[in-house]
């Protein structure tokens, strides 16, 4: 099935230490997105790809950085973690080309820091 | 800028009733409208899309209004399950981008009790 995989599920990294997580992606969509969710709270986005056209939205800390190689793979680099940064990180994807741009999101990756 | 607001915030409901989730939204300048349900710990599921020419859609048990004038939709959940016991996030997708870049409301935590 298509669908949008990352890994790992479950990340603990050390503060300030760097951490690098991977979205990947078998519907071939040209936009890849990467949100940050804290505790009860929505989803916020961070940046987004079209293509290979990097869109950073403008409250992103400059600690966030991300990479998209190929049209399969994203990634998402957190530079120095912080405590602050501990979260549900969802990678999305969506088709440019259909009317209803709807999103397809992967099952997340949880990052802890100690 | 778009902010999106769900009420109620939590919600229980015994097994079979009929229930309405709300999301309303600030800047009525949308392209289309996503209802995702997520698990404790998960990611997002999309449930339904609502494009802004659209004023309902339709899903087995799911229901999905939307008043774009006046920055409003409805969930409709029929015949309540204890499976359906989850999150239930909207959210919204702004003209113009060629693509959708999606902003969130917080949630409706919802418990289903048999």
């Known amino acids: 099935d298509a669908m949008v995989i990352q890994n790992p599920r479950y990340q603990v990294t050390q503060f300030g230490k760097p951490v690098t997580l991977s979205c990947s992606q078998t519907?071939?969509?040209?936009?890849m997105y990467w949100y940050q969710q804290k505790s009860s709270q929505a989803p916020k986005l961070l940046f987004h790809?079209?293509?290979?056209?990097?869109?950073n939205e403008a409250d992103t800390p400059d600690n966030f950085q991300s990479r998209r190689p190929n049209t399969s793979f994203c990634f998402l680099d957190i530079r120095s973690p912080g405590l602050g940064d501990a979260a549900m990180y969802l990678c999305?994807?969506?088709?440019?080309?259909?009317?209803?741009?709807?999103?397809?999101f992967g099952p997340g990756t949880r990052l802890t820091v100690t | 800028k778009q902010e999106v607001t769900q009420i109620p915030a939590a919600l229980s409901v015994p097994e079979g009733e009929n229930l309405v989730l709300n999301c309303s939204f600030t800047?009525?300048?949308?392209?289309?409208l996503q209802w995702f349900r997520q698990d404790p710990g998960k990611g997002l599921t999309s449930l339904l899309l609502?494009?802004?020419?659209?004023r309902e859609q339709t899903s087995g048990r799911l229901n999905a209004s939307l008043d774009k004038s006046s920055g409003r939709s409805t969930l409709y959940i029929a015949a309540s399950q204890p499976g359906d016991s989850a999150t239930y996030l909207c959210?919204?997708?702004?003209?113009?981008?060629?693509?959708?870049?999606?902003?969130f409301g917080k949630g409706t935590m919802l418990l289903v009790s048999p």
């Open positions: 999305a994807t969506s088709p440019r080309d259909r009317a209803s741009y709807e999103q397809y």
């Open positions: 519907l071939n969509h040209n936009v």
């Open positions: 790809y079209y293509d290979k056209d990097f869109n």
């Open positions: 800047d009525s300048a949308i392209y289309n």
């Open positions: 609502i494009q802004s020419s659209q």
């Open positions: 959210a919204v997708g702004p003209l113009g981008s060629g693509y959708s870049t999606l902003t």
